[in-house]
């Protein structure tokens, strides 16, 4: 059975799957019913998260959080399974849709509706404190908008008030950051309840104006590392907040916890609020005198019942504070909102199907013609309902067209001319395999039982191998593809058939970079549960270790290192913050001295470095650029380019491409970060995902196809830029 095209299970423990609600990066969303006719919404965590021990621990605390509350404004859980095939939570059904969805369907809520709204979040918030707990996400998202009240939903990062100090899990950060409170980004102090009080303020500011408090104005096109910035090192802008809220936002807004009120009290102001039209009654009031948190007394709350107060907030210390006071607040969240493929298939997975294309497009032109002219896709035709969020990726074709593909589910063979020669899916249950990519005269993807080579002229399968546990990643050699099959096993094929040259194992350990170059792959695995002890290894296509033993990043890397490529020389690596997803320094590992040499970045920049003739490319969504050369040791200029949410960037010729919000082209010089053209904007519509970074251009003779953040795709040909 399916849903706008996608797979969906008939039943889900005992009970009946009527349709899919909605997803997030972790999961899906559907509607449901039991045996007696309640209708229930049913979380299932993606099977590849699923895999990840760390993270089925974290769906367990979110099942065990979200069950010890049961108040009035907090939907109650009716059946979980976190230990099962999928893990999955199963709350009451609530109709009616977020906060965000009504903001953005209606417009903001007036000021009266507003206090409600954060009245009730206050009363839910006290009964989930009142469990020992922290929300730690609540955010507009998070808050549905029943006929009888608020709904706050979604434990999955909630911790005890005891326990609440870690930031991160399985290398994610956890939270929003318009949303979340200056001591959860900075890791400066302990997260408490003030954070969630934090959260409250933010979220009432944005029902009533439609935005964060601390958004610059520009909407999506804010970058999430200035706003993570000003959120602890500027005053929220509440210009626009009716007065009679304003002063209440503000209190709950203070940087440090300790100077927000209890939630009590912001129950108390809220509902004072409401009822008064004038800020100076809000401050007159007994509610706002006693906002202040008075000093903890030994027994908690003296008999109200709330929670006892906090302990003050710890600043820093060691090594953690001395980087954060370097790197100020530089947070990534482009992988916090996303969302699933939606695909309508009508021929059998596995196959390839012809297409004639769109009929308001020009008829298609051959391969290897010239493009007919600019032309622009609307993603939707093709089943994509964000390409931000679903591991979209083009790639030109020489003499084909342009190859595009996502997340291994479906590839896409386009004419020049933007006409559809053929489709062809991957397995219906799938989503996170390796994106389509050529490899001599064939188009390489994820087929139904592993891996397949495609004819370009057809999509005619020509070889397929058995690998049912394919990984994400396929790196290539000179006529080679090594793949990942499972945690530890690498196998490595010919291009021109399904000739197993060779292949490693790494018994025990879990494999997470690949990369491949000539005919030598490098492998970096860590340990299996902990994700500690990585060791790279090199070897020949035939599986042959080439180092006497395995290779050892060097101690003093206080961070993670995550793969970046490979060319004839050396390897190249990101080092990441323990963390935080932002990267700090860039490593080059000379494959025949096995010497290390590392270059630290000017200023923290997202995990989207690119390699391009020895050098390195790293880049902010906020438009910085640098350019380091790794063999010197140096960094050869680093330039803020006012590009707005800028795209991944793809480096050609001498020249650096990438998107902007609006998705306008940019052409940087490779050789200094000169800006040398910018296109015309292609809005589109934007998508869910639409705060995370758009997917690269992809770049030909003389042509460009960009993807957009308003999920479009457009070719647009290629002046010579000014010098």
């Known amino acids: 059975m399916a849903d706008g095209g996608e797979t969906r299970p008939e039943r889900i423990g005992g009970y009946v799957i009527e349709r899919r609600l909605g997803s997030g990066g972790m999961g899906v969303v559907h509607l449901a019913r039991s045996v007696a006719g309640r209708q229930l919404a049913i979380k299932v965590i993606r099977r590849e998260y699923a895999e990840n021990p760390g993270f089925r621990a974290r769906f367990r605390r979110e099942v065990e959080a979200a069950r010890r509350v049961s108040g009035a404004f907090t939907a109650p859980v009716v059946d979980a399974d976190p230990d099962g095939d999928p893990p999955w939570l199963a709350t009451l059904y609530v109709p009616g849709g977020s906060l965000t969805e009504r903001v953005d369907r209606q417009g903001p809520l007036g000021a009266r509706e507003a206090a409600g709204v954060g009245a009730e979040l206050a009363e839910a918030l006290l009964d989930i404190h009142r469990c020992g707990l922290v929300h730690r996400d609540l955010k507009p998202g998070n808050v549905l908008l029943a006929e009888d009240g608020v709904r706050v939903i979604d434990f999955g990062i909630s911790r005890a008030l005891g326990d609440s100090h870690r930031l991160t899990e399985d290398g994610a950060v956890l939270g ?33 104006t439609g935005h964060s408090p601390f958004d610059s104005g520009r909407g999506l096109g804010d970058d999430p590392l200035a706003v993570a910035y000003r959120v602890v090192h500027e005053e929220p802008e509440l210009s626009d907040v009716p007065p009679a809220l304003r002063d209440l936002v503000r209190l709950c807004l203070a940087k440090d916890p300790e100077e927000r009120p209890e939630v009590a009290a912001v129950l108390r102001m809220a509902a004072w609020a409401d009822t008064r039209a004038q800020a100076s009654d809000v401050r007159s009031s007994p509610a706002w005198r006693g906002a202040r948190r008075e000093p903890p007394t030994p027994h908690g709350d003296g008999g109200r019942g709330e929670p006892p107060a906090a302990p003050a907030a710890r600043r820093g210390s060691g090594r953690r ?191 997470t970079d690949l990369l491949g170059h000539g005919d030598r792959f490098l492998s970096l695995s860590r340990e299996d549960e902990t994700g500690a ?104 200029w680093h330039r803020a380019t006012g590009v707005t949410t800028a795209s991944l960037p793809a480096v050609s010729d001498g020249t650096l491409y990438l998107s902007d919000h609006e998705g306008a082209l940019h052409q940087l010089s490779a050789e200094d970060g000169r800006p040398l053209a910018t296109g015309e904007p292609h809005p589109g519509t934007e998508g869910p995902g639409s705060g995370a970074a758009t997917p690269p251009p992809a770049v030909g003779e003389g042509v460009a196809y960009v993807p957009t953040l308003g999920n479009t795709l457009y070719a647009t040909p290629l002046d010579e830029p000014a010098a």
Do not use: K
């Open 321 to 511: 504070g001395r980087r954060w006071a370097v790197t100020a607040l530089a947070l990534v969240a482009t992988g916090a909102v996303a969302t699933t493929l939606w695909l309508t298939r009508t021929g059998a997975g596995g196959e390839a199907e012809p297409t004639d294309g769109p009929t308001d497009r020009p008829t298609a032109a051959g391969p290897g013609d010239p493009a007919v002219g600019p032309w622009e896709i609307d993603l939707r035709e093709w089943g994509l309902e964000d390409a931000v969020t679903s591991g979209f990726r083009c790639q030109p074709v020489p003499d084909e067209g342009l190859l595009c593909s996502s997340g291994g589910q479906f590839t896409v063979l386009v004419n020049a001319d933007g006409t559809e020669r053929w489709r062809y899916y991957g397995p219906r249950t799938g989503g996170g395999g390796p994106n389509a990519t050529v490899l001599g005269d064939s188009i390489l993807t994820q087929s139904a039982t592993g891996l397949a080579a495609l004819d370009p002229a057809d999509g005619e399968v020509r070889w397929e191998v058995d690998a049912p546990e394919l990984r994400e990643t396929l790196a290539l050699g000179d006529g080679t593809v090594a793949l990942r099959n499972g945690d530890s096993t690498v196998r490595v094929y010919a291009a021109d058939g399904p000739e197993r040259l060779g292949g490693w194992e790494t018994p025990g350990r879990y494999i």
């Open 533 to 636: 002890d990585p060791q790279l290894e090199l070897h020949a296509t035939n599986g042959q270790e080439l180092w006497p033993t395995p290779l050892t990043p060097p101690p003093e890397v206080p961070g993670l290192l995550e793969a970046i490529g490979m060319d004839e020389e050396a390897a190249y690596f990101e080092e990441r913050d323990v963390d935080l997803p932002i990267a700090t320094a860039v490593h080059r590992l000379d494959l025949a001295s096995r010497e290390w040499s590392r270059v630290e970045l000017p200023e923290p920049t997202e995990p989207r470095t690119v390699l391009a003739d020895g050098l390195l490319y790293a880049s902010t969504m906020g438009g910085t650029f640098m350019a380091v050369d790794p063999a010197a040791g140096e960094v050869l």
């Open 176 to 208: 929003s950051p318009p949303f979340m409170a200056p001591e959860q980004l900075s890791g400066d102090g302990e997260v408490t309840a003030a954070a969630d009080v934090f959260a409250l303020g933010a979220v009432v500011a944005y029902a009533v």
